[in-house]
C-alpha cells in the first residue's frame, strides 16, 4: 500500500544516521524495501516474537544497510533493545500487525485452520509461552472461552462455540487446528442471513485464540507509546492493521499522539488497491495510519 509521500527524518543533520525501526520484522520484506530506498544509507533495527524469522531476516538484511541490529523480542520492548544498543531515538517506525505467510503456512504452530498442526499459535516458543491455545480451549472455563471469542474475534456465536468445546473436551483433549475448525464448522450456522459465509467458519475463532495467547491488543497499545516515546522530532509511525480491533486502537491512539505533539498524516486509512489485492488477497483487510512527531514534542 502506497503512503503519503515524504522524506523521513528530514530534520537530521546530513552526518547524522538514519534510524528504522521494523517491530514486526518478518521476513524483512519492508526493511529491505527501505534499505534499498535509501541506497543502504539507513540503520535498521529489526524486531522479531518469532526466533526462526531472525535467521531469515538476518540473511535478507546482510550488507543491504548501514548498521543492521536484529533480536528476538516483542516490539513492546522496543525501548529496551534501543538502550541496549545506545540508540537514543528513531526516525521511522513500523508495525506490520499481520500473520506472515511463514507462520500461516510453515511454522507448524497452529496458526490455520488449512493445515492440521499442534494448536499453539504462538508467536515464539510454545515451550516459554506462558499458555496457548490448546491450554485455552482445554482448560478454561466455557464463559471465559466465549468471552475471548466474542471480544477478540466478535464473533455471534461465541457462546454456542464454547459450549461446543466443553462438549468435546469432555470425550478427548483438542489437540489439532482440524479438530478446533471441524468443531467450530459444526456449532454455527452454514448461512448468515439465508447467505453463505464468505470466510471460513473458524475464522474468527481462530483470530481470537492468537490474540489471547500472543497479548496482541496489549502489547499494540505499549508498543505504540513506546515508539512514540523514543521517535525523533518530524519522525514517523505507520501501522498496519488488519482487523477493526486493532485498527481502533491505532485511531484512538494516534488522536492521543497528536494532541501531545503529532501530526495525523492519515486522516482516513490507506487500504490496498485491487492490483495489491490480487497480488495478496490478504491485503483486503489492511489499512495503513500514519502519524507524524512534531519538532515542538522532544
Do not use: C
Not at 11 to 39: E, I, M, S, V
Not at 44 to 69: F, H, S
Not at 138 to 150: L, M, P, R, T
Not at 239 to 257: G, N, P, T
Request: proline residues 5%; charged residues 30%.
Amino acid at each position: 500500500m502506497a503512503g503519503p509521500a515524504g522524506p523521513i527524518g528530514s530534520h537530521r543533520k546530513a552526518t547524522q544516521p538514519l534510524w528504522y525501526l521494523d517491530g514486526t520484522l518478518g521476513g524483512a520484506g519492508h526493511a529491505l524495501a527501505l534499505a534499498k530506498a535509501f541506497k543502504g544509507e539507513i540503520n535498521v533495527i529489526g524486531l522479531d516474537k518469532d526466533p526462526t524469522a531472525i535467521a531469515r531476516a538476518e540473511k535478507t538484511l546482510k550488507g543491504k544497510a548501514g548498521k543492521v541490529i536484529i533480536e528476538n523480542a516483542d516490539f513492546r520492548k522496543l525501548a529496551d533493545v534501543l538502550d541496549k544498543h545506545d540508540v537514543s531515538g528513531v526516525d521511522f517506525i513500523l508495525l506490520d500487525l499481520g500473520i506472515s505467510s511463514d507462520e500461516l503456512e510453515s511454522s507448524g504452530r497452529g496458526f490455520s485452520f488449512q493445515k492440521d498442526e499442534p494448536l499453539h499459535m504462538t508467536m515464539g516458543d510454545p515451550a516459554k509461552a506462558p499458555f496457548t491455545a490448546q491450554s485455552i480451549v482445554n482448560g478454561w472455563k466455557e464463559e471465559d472461552i466465549a468471552n475471548v471469542i466474542f471480544a477478540y474475534g466478535e464473533e455471534r456465536y461465541a457462546r454456542r462455540i464454547a459450549k461446543a468445546i466443553v462438549v468435546y473436551r469432555e470425550k478427548k483433549p483438542i489437540e489439532t487446528t482440524h479438530e478446533l475448525a471441524e468443531i467450530v464448522k459444526m456449532s454455527i450456522p452454514f448461512k448468515r442471513g439465508g447467505k453463505p459465509l464468505k470466510i471460513h467458519p473458524a475464522t474468527k475463532t481462530f483470530q481470537a485464540l492468537r490474540i489471547a495467547v500472543n497479548d496482541e491488543l496489549a502489547a499494540l497499545k505499549e508498543g505504540l507509546h513506546a515508539g512514540f516515546a523514543r521517535l525523533n522530532p518530524n519522525g514517523r509511525i505507520a501501522v498496519i492493521s488488519f482487523h477493526s480491533l486493532e485498527d481502533r486502537i491505532v485511531k484512538v491512539l494516534f488522536k492521543e499522539m497528536a494532541d501531545k505533539g503529532g501530526i495525523i498524516m492519515t486522516k482516513k486509512p490507506i487500504t490496498a488497491t485491487a492490483q495489491e489485492i490480487a497480488e495478496n488477497p490478504r491485503s483486503r483487510s489492511a489499512k495503513l495510519r500514519i502519524l507524524q512527531k512534531t519538532q515542538e514534542n522532544t
